[in-house]
């Protein structure tokens, strides 16, 4: 049962944020992310009773030599390290492993935006978010089995409940801050409400053309021909800010309510019609706060939208991941040891 149990804990934590922001598992191809992760050690993990011989004449392998680095277990009067742990479950799930980091990173990206804009929640939105999140919580609990929450949690978890809980808040109200700075960050930015058609060949193109030259209304075209999902809306999909991207060099070369097009690209057609240039709208919290809170009412943060400010917070913060790697013995590249002249760091 306590294998089954600490399945559980990873699913209780993320459904635990409410929040509306997207977190999706890699950057759409026009929008890319920034590269946050541990590059992948594609060797396969030495056997566990090499590393962990008590007795190294015996065993003919070494025990890893450190000192100061927090201890996780003993073992026949050895030392398992946080080092090897974390070594031993990159080289195993390494994907796993630059998941969660990526998310720590991200968290403290939210905390130092919030920081810079002056944003800070109110008592009642933090209350309600801790609610809402417990109640997520509990519902999980329930279609486990137990009616319980600190005592499953505590008994088939293997976790203190207070700090469950807390960490469970705490990632609500992170979520919290960060759609608002998301959506902060999109408005103060120069950008193009935009709708699209996205033809997946060229015998759909030129139906679109014939139609728009015949005044068909852009979104039935959309409708009728778009190979993107965002065809049943019409073609809308969120305000596209002044990149280097295809789709918004043409959204930033076409007139308001004119249609920019078709431009091939990868064997597929665009076609983007602009509906509007809003007037960035930038300042700290107290004075967009109410505009950004509006805009997230109307529309939640989409996954172009999220990936475009993580992009622009690695590049206003710094964000050095390296640590990591000397943690678990990985060359770091730039290191004087490691032979090259490249950084992981942003």
């Given at each position: 049962m306590r294998g089954a149990a600490l399945a559980l804990a990873l699913p209780l934590l993320a459904c635990a944020s409410g929040g509306n922001r997207p977190r999706p598992a890699e950057a759409p191809p026009e929008v890319e992310g920034p590269a946050l992760e541990v590059r992948p050690e594609p060797e396969p993990a030495a056997p566990a009773t090499a590393r962990l011989a008590p007795d190294a004449g015996a065993a003919g392998v070494d025990a890893p030599a450190r000192s100061g680095v927090p201890e996780v277990a003993r073992v026949a009067g050895q030392s398992i390290g946080v080092d090897e742990l974390v070594e031993a479950w990159t080289r195993?799930?390494?994907a796993v492993v630059r998941r969660y980091l990526d998310e720590l990173v991200l968290e403290r990206l939210v905390v130092a935006?919030?920081?810079?804009l002056d944003?800070?929640?109110?008592?009642?939105?933090?209350?309600?978010?801790a609610r809402d999140v417990r109640a997520r919580i509990e519902e999980q609990v329930r279609r486990a089995g137990s009616t319980d929450l600190r005592a499953f949690l505590r008994r088939e978890v293997g976790l203190d409940p207070d700090r469950y809980l807390e960490a469970a808040e705490r990632s609500a109200v992170v979520e919290l801050l960060a759609e608002r700075c998301v959506r902060a960050f999109t408005l103060a930015q120069e950008r193009r409400e935009v709708s699209v058609i996205l033809c997946d060949d060229r015998e759909a193109a030129d139906r679109v053309v014939a139609g728009l030259l015949q005044?068909?209304?852009?979104?039935?075209?959309?409708?009728?021909?778009?190979g993107d999902a965002s065809g049943e809306q019409g073609g809308r999909i969120p305000a596209v800010l002044r990149?280097?991207?295809?789709?918004?060099?043409?959204?930033?070369?076409?007139?308001?309510g004119q249609v920019g097009g078709p431009l091939e690209q990868g064997g597929r057609w665009l076609f983007v019609r602009v509906d509007g240039a809003p007037v960035p709208q930038a300042g700290p919290w107290p004075a967009v706060g109410r505009l950004v809170l509006a805009s997230l009412e109307e529309e939640p943060i989409s996954d172009p939208e999220y990936w475009q400010w993580k992009d622009a917070m690695v590049d206003r913060y710094e964000v050095d991941t390296d640590p990591l790697l000397r943690l678990i013995g990985e060359p770091v590249p730039g290191d004087p040891a490691s032979g090259d002249g490249a950084s992981g760091s942003r």
């Amino acid at each position: 049962m306590r294998g089954a149990a600490l399945a559980l804990a990873l699913p209780l934590l993320a459904c635990a944020s409410g929040g509306n922001r997207p977190r999706p598992a890699e950057a759409p191809p026009e929008v890319e992310g920034p590269a946050l992760e541990v590059r992948p050690e594609p060797e396969p993990a030495a056997p566990a009773t090499a590393r962990l011989a008590p007795d190294a004449g015996a065993a003919g392998v070494d025990a890893p030599a450190r000192s100061g680095v927090p201890e996780v277990a003993r073992v026949a009067g050895q030392s398992i390290g946080v080092d090897e742990l974390v070594e031993a479950w990159t080289r195993r799930e390494s994907a796993v492993v630059r998941r969660y980091l990526d998310e720590l990173v991200l968290e403290r990206l939210v905390v130092a935006e919030a920081t810079r804009l002056d944003l800070a929640l109110e008592g009642v939105e933090v209350e309600a978010a801790a609610r809402d999140v417990r109640a997520r919580i509990e519902e999980q609990v329930r279609r486990a089995g137990s009616t319980d929450l600190r005592a499953f949690l505590r008994r088939e978890v293997g976790l203190d409940p207070d700090r469950y809980l807390e960490a469970a808040e705490r990632s609500a109200v992170v979520e919290l801050l960060a759609e608002r700075c998301v959506r902060a960050f999109t408005l103060a930015q120069e950008r193009r409400e935009v709708s699209v058609i996205l033809c997946d060949d060229r015998e759909a193109a030129d139906r679109v053309v014939a139609g728009l030259l015949q005044g068909e209304e852009f979104a039935d075209l959309a409708r009728a021909h778009s190979g993107d999902a965002s065809g049943e809306q019409g073609g809308r999909i969120p305000a596209v800010l002044r990149t280097t991207s295809a789709i918004s060099r043409l959204a930033f070369h076409t007139e308001v309510g004119q249609v920019g097009g078709p431009l091939e690209q990868g064997g597929r057609w665009l076609f983007v019609r602009v509906d509007g240039a809003p007037v960035p709208q930038a300042g700290p919290w107290p004075a967009v706060g109410r505009l950004v809170l509006a805009s997230l009412e109307e529309e939640p943060i989409s996954d172009p939208e999220y990936w475009q400010w993580k992009d622009a917070m690695v590049d206003r913060y710094e964000v050095d991941t390296d640590p990591l790697l000397r943690l678990i013995g990985e060359p770091v590249p730039g290191d004087p040891a490691s032979g090259d002249g490249a950084s992981g760091s942003r």
